[in-house]
């Protein structure tokens, strides 16, 4: 009865239905001297790689201008239903290839969202509408003079379903994180009115952008479909404009202007020539987009150690969040370089394009923590400018411990973000005879009301202080042409109008001297010299002003040095 029941079992498992078994597929690269348009019937083998069942061949291609043929074929016949589907996954550039599959008429198959089967995201699904019959072969056509490494396999459908849902979840929390990243950063540019958080909130957008692009994901976005019909056109310019908007960032974040003047000027030619580069590819289109990657991946190799030795130089000389910077693009940038690095065929590091996103995730939470730091210091410094205790007993303005306080923490903030800020000093011409004609009652009154017409004709978020007696001073973030007009405007706000204290009418007018702020200069300096410009035109009669020159070259490299030398520690 053993017997029986064992040959029973036997016989069942030999004629019962059985599970597909996962196939070894072994892939050939012909050698061609040229381009052609249909499989060689006889070419030698120039290299052989075998993939394991379930696995992807690993075939390295080598620069060839007219495309490549491979042949492929399998251990084991495949039925027409089976759950294993032939993939092909390599560089994005390589466009559509031409498959022929074994016993079925060729096609052309596009890669993504635009091929036969949308589930696969980054790579070609490689139709077997016959499946593989006994001694078949296939061939496939691969376009370009890619230089990077192809990957074949035959990859069970369930395990490469699971596999593309994981990368989609991937994409999306990638481009939610820097899409909400990106708004704060608008926010703040909104409130602030700084090109910093406008040039980073445009970068973060960008690259969101370009990482849904990346992962074939954008396909299923409305507002991002219309890229997807030319992909490689599109990930080439957001690309090469998230590098544009990244330069201009840095500059700025790193304090380039202030710090290293020519590494500033290397940066603004650099930026210049990737927006020469983004018109030749808005242009040339589909003429330039088989050298314009390569041009671009060269440019971020050589940038990327240039970036990172900047900003250590940048940290040395005192820039106020170049350790930020360090912290949070050195991943990033290292990640860039990888990226580069492998579209240019030198390393084969397939992973990086899933990584790479992260990477900017990383950088954005670290970049964005800095920026909302320094957002806040101009937040505090604006209340103390409205909060401070130490007020003028007798105007209720700031005195002058106040805005010396103002004028240093400006200094330890850095001009990160700042443009220059002018100080003004107001001097209230021989207002001694106010006080001998109608006594020091009515002279305090006219003070009074001289401190609510200063606040009256300057900004609101301008701060006046009275610094002494009769010397006001006004400190307002803006260009040398604001701050001259709002000097004149001082001037004939009060030349207009008289006060009228006890049925007195009293004519005061005021002299102005106005000194801007410069790189490297600490806040006794800019005070000094705007006393000498007041000082200066004190002779040419009431309501004058009076404007603190610009250094000469050779004096103004000075001034840096000594600065700098002060900064270096003992």
Same mark, same amino acid.
């Given at each position: 009865?053993?017997?029986?029941?064992? =040959?029973?079992?036997?016989?069942?498992?030999?004629?019962?239905?059985?599970?597909?078994?996962?196939?070894?597929?072994?892939?050939?690269?012909?050698?061609?001297?040229?381009?052609?348009?249909?499989?060689?019937?006889?070419?030698?083998?120039?290299?052989?790689?075998?993939?394991?069942?379930?696995?992807?061949?690993?075939?390295?291609?080598?620069?060839?201008?007219?495309?490549?043929?491979?042949?492929?074929?399998?251990?084991?016949?495949?039925?027409?239903?089976?759950?294993?589907?032939?993939?092909?996954?390599?560089?994005?550039?390589?466009?559509?290839?031409?498959?022929?599959?074994?016993?079925?008429?060729?096609?052309?198959?596009?890669?993504?969202?635009?091929?036969?089967?949308?589930?696969?995201?980054?790579?070609?699904?490689?139709?077997?509408?016959?499946?593989?019959?006994?001694?078949?072969?296939?061939?496939?056509?691969?376009?370009?003079?890619?230089?990077?490494?192809?990957?074949?396999?035959?990859?069970?459908?369930?395990?490469?379903?699971?596999?593309?849902?994981?990368?989609?979840?991937?994409?999306?929390?990638?481009?939610?994180?820097?899409?909400?990243?990106?708004?704060?950063?608008?926010?703040?540019?909104?409130?602030?009115?700084?090109?910093?958080?406008?040039?980073?909130?445009?970068?973060?957008?960008?690259?969101?952008?370009?990482?849904?692009?990346?992962?074939?994901?954008?396909?299923?976005?409305?507002?991002?479909?219309?890229?997807?019909?030319?992909?490689?056109?599109?990930?080439?310019?957001?690309?090469?404009?998230?590098?544009?908007?990244?330069?201009?960032?840095?500059?700025?974040?790193?304090?380039?202007?202030?710090?290293?003047?020519?590494?500033?000027?290397?940066?603004?030619?650099?930026?210049?020539?990737?927006?020469?580069?983004?018109?030749?590819?808005?242009?040339?289109?589909?003429?330039?987009?088989?050298?314009?990657?390569?041009?671009?991946?060269?440019?971020?190799?050589?940038?990327?150690?240039?970036?990172?030795?900047?900003?250590?130089?940048?940290?040395?000389?005192?820039?106020?969040?170049?350790?930020?910077?360090?912290?949070?693009?050195?991943?990033?940038?290292?990640?860039?370089?990888?990226?580069?690095?492998?579209?240019?065929?030198?390393?084969?590091?397939?992973?990086?394009?899933?990584?790479?996103? =992260?990477?900017?995730?990383?950088?954005?939470?670290?970049?964005?923590?800095?920026?909302?730091?320094?957002?806040?210091?101009?937040?505090?410094?604006?209340?103390?400018?409205?909060?401070?205790?130490?007020?003028?007993?007798?105007?209720?303005?700031?005195?002058?411990?106040?805005?010396?306080?103002?004028?240093?923490?400006?200094?330890?903030?850095?001009?990160?973000?700042?443009?220059?800020?002018?100080?003004?000093?107001?001097?209230?011409?021989?207002?001694?005879?106010?006080?001998?004609?109608?006594?020091?009652?009515?002279?305090?009154?006219?003070?009074?009301?001289?401190?609510?017409?200063?606040?009256?004709?300057?900004?609101?978020?301008?701060?006046?202080?009275?610094?002494?007696?009769?010397?006001?001073?006004?400190?307002?973030?803006?260009?040398?042409?604001?701050?001259?007009?709002?000097?004149?405007?001082?001037?004939?706000?009060?030349?207009?109008?008289?006060?009228?204290?006890?049925?007195?009418?009293?004519?005061?007018?005021?002299?102005?001297?106005?000194?801007?702020?410069?790189?490297?200069?600490?806040?006794?300096?800019?005070?000094?010299?705007?006393?000498?410009?007041?000082?200066?035109?004190?002779?040419?009669?009431?309501?004058?002003?009076?404007?603190?020159?610009?250094?000469?070259?050779?004096?103004?490299?000075?001034?840096?040095?000594?600065?700098?030398?002060?900064?270096?520690?003992?």
């Amino acid at each position: 009865m053993r017997i029986v029941l064992a =040959l029973l079992l036997v016989l069942i498992g030999v004629v019962g239905p059985r599970p597909a078994v996962a196939q070894a597929l072994e892939v050939e690269l012909l050698y061609t001297e040229q381009d052609l348009a249909s499989p060689p019937t006889v070419a030698p083998v120039q290299q052989r790689v075998v993939a394991e069942p379930g696995q992807y061949a690993r075939l390295p291609l080598p620069r060839r201008g007219h495309g490549y043929w491979l042949r492929l074929t399998t251990h084991e016949p495949i039925v027409a239903d089976s759950r294993q589907v032939l993939v092909l996954r390599g560089a994005q550039n390589l466009g559509p290839v031409i498959f022929h599959p074994p016993a079925s008429a060729p096609a052309m198959v596009a890669q993504g969202i635009d091929g036969p089967n949308t589930l696969l995201r980054r790579g070609w699904q490689l139709p077997l509408p016959n499946g593989w019959p006994p001694a078949a072969v296939a061939y496939l056509h691969v376009s370009g003079d890619t230089g990077q490494a192809l990957r074949l396999g035959l990859i069970d459908v369930d395990r490469l379903i699971l596999h593309e849902r994981a990368g989609a979840r991937l994409a999306s929390a990638t481009f939610t994180a820097l899409v909400l990243v990106a708004i704060f950063m608008f926010g703040l540019w909104v409130a602030l009115r700084d090109l910093l958080y406008l040039s980073y909130a445009a970068y973060l957008a960008c690259v969101a952008v370009y990482s849904m692009l990346l992962s074939g994901d954008a396909g299923e976005m409305l507002t991002l479909a219309w890229m997807t019909p030319d992909g490689l056109l599109a990930r080439m310019g957001l690309g090469t404009l998230a590098v544009i908007l990244q330069l201009i960032f840095t500059a700025r974040f790193l304090e380039l202007a202030r710090l290293m003047p020519r590494a500033a000027r290397v940066v603004s030619a650099m930026v210049w020539l990737l927006f020469g580069l983004l018109a030749v590819l808005l242009i040339g289109q589909q003429h330039v987009a088989r050298w314009y990657p390569a041009a671009i991946h060269v440019l971020l190799l050589l940038f990327m150690p240039i970036s990172i030795a900047v900003a250590i130089q940048a940290w040395r000389k005192g820039a106020a969040y170049a350790g930020h910077f360090i912290a949070g693009w050195t991943p990033l940038l290292a990640m860039a370089a990888l990226m580069a690095a492998h579209q240019l065929g030198l390393v084969d590091v397939p992973w990086i394009e899933r990584v790479l996103p =992260l990477g900017a995730v990383l950088q954005s939470g670290v970049l964005a923590l800095a920026l909302s730091q320094h957002a806040a210091n101009r937040h505090r410094i604006a209340l103390l400018a409205r909060q401070s205790a130490e007020r003028d007993a007798l105007t209720g303005a700031l005195n002058r411990t106040a805005i010396e306080q103002m004028l240093a923490a400006w200094g330890q903030m850095g001009h990160l973000g700042v443009g220059q800020y002018a100080l003004l000093l107001v001097d209230l011409d021989d207002f001694a005879e106010v006080n001998a004609r109608h006594g020091y009652v009515v002279g305090d009154t006219v003070m009074q009301h001289v401190y609510t017409r200063i606040r009256g004709l300057v900004r609101p978020d301008d701060t006046v202080a009275r610094m002494e007696s009769d010397l006001f001073a006004v400190v307002s973030e803006c260009r040398r042409d604001d701050a001259e007009l709002l000097a004149h405007r001082l001037v004939e706000g009060f030349q207009q109008r008289p006060f009228n204290v006890d049925g007195h009418e009293i004519v005061v007018t005021v002299s102005v001297g106005l000194a801007m702020s410069r790189r490297g200069e600490d806040a006794d300096a800019l005070q000094r010299r705007a006393a000498e410009a007041l000082a200066g035109v004190r002779i040419a009669g009431h309501s004058s002003i009076g404007v603190s020159s610009e250094p000469r070259t050779g004096e103004g490299r000075r001034q840096r040095g000594r600065a700098a030398a002060a900064r270096e520690p003992d």
